[in-house]
């Protein structure tokens, strides 16, 4: 999995990124997975949610464990 630059969680909102860059709800979590990493890089408004780290972390340990096969 490729590294992820983040922003600096300092509460400041990327507005314009937000107005462009919409979750829809209930969406399914490998878009918001998809949606988090963007908006890491590009927004400091909040973290990541837990289970959103938790499904990344998933994600980075089953594509190591295809790697070695």
Do not use: Y
Request: charged share 25%.
């Amino acid at each position: 999995m490729a590294a992820i630059t983040v922003a600096r969680f300092n509460g400041d909102m990327n507005s314009d990124w937000h107005s462009e860059h919409r979750l829809t709800p209930h969406a399914p979590m490998a878009e918001r997975v998809r949606w988090h990493i963007q908006h890491a890089e590009k927004c400091a408004c909040r973290p990541i949610p837990r289970d959103v780290q938790d499904a990344m972390a998933q994600r980075g340990s089953e594509e190591t464990a295809g790697a070695r096969s």
